[in-house]
Nanobody
Framework: QVGLVESGGGLVQPGGSLRLSCAAS????????IGWFRQAPGKQREGVST??????YFADSVKGRFTISRDNAHNTVYLQMNSLKPEDTAVYYC?????????????????WGQGTQVTVSS
């Protein structure tokens, strides 16, 4: 059974950092794309970053500030978020696609975690 559990969200001041974790179970990261998405109140869910054996990709809004990595031994994907801005405030979700190299669109991802809240505010 596929499982995804996010953690690491919280309240941070502008310019601060957070590291989100996505603990995966029931499958191996080697064979699937994992994506990070976010949804702010009143807005559509949007892609933030993806990672698979074919590479890592980032939305323009986070390039240069966020990095993504994975620890295959622990079956966990990390999203390191630096230089956070108030507009990064959202619920962040990790999700799994059906294969490798999947484009960053929510409709391509079939398994989702419960989300973790990130609030950037002074």
């Amino acid at each position: 059974q596929v499982g995804l559990v996010e953690s690491g969200g919280g309240l941070v001041q502008p310019g601060g950092s957070l590291r989100l974790s996505c603990a995966a179970s029931g499958f191996s990261l080697d064979y699937y794309t994992i994506g990070w998405f976010r949804q702010a109140p009143g807005k559509q869910r949007e892609g933030v970053s993806t990672i698979s054996s074919s590479g890592a990709y980032f939305a323009d809004s986070v390039k240069g500030r966020f990095t993504i990595s994975r620890d295959n031994a622990h079956n966990t994907v990390y999203l390191q978020m630096n230089s956070l801005k108030p507009e990064d405030t959202a619920v962040y979700y990790c999700a799994r696609a059906l294969g490798i190299g999947t484009p960053m669109h929510p409709g391509n991802y079939h398994y989702w975690g419960q989300g973790t809240q990130v609030t950037v505010s002074s």
